[in-house]
């Protein structure tokens, strides 16, 4: 017999919730995975840099901004 089931995988097994399944129960079965886990490693860093050109007007402002956020404290 052939057939295609959805399920879920938790832990060590796969939970399919279908009520005509019962009578295969026991049965040997071959599942075949659909998706890939994420990764749970760190992504690779962009330089953000590298996307724009550096002018005087861009350092005046990232120097203005630093000056508003340290002294934004009473």
Known sequence: MLAA???VIKDNMVIVENEDLKDY???EV???LLGHPRK???KKEIDWDGFVIPS???Q???GYM?????????
């Open 56 to 58: 005087e007007r861009g």
């Open 25 to 27: 129960n026991g049965i």
């Open 60 to 62: 005046n402002v990232d």
């Open 5 to 7: 089931v959805k399920g």
């Open 30 to 32: 071959v599942v075949t």
């Open 40 to 42: 749970q490693g760190q």
């Open 66 to 74: 630093k000056e508003m956020r340290e002294n934004d404290r009473i």
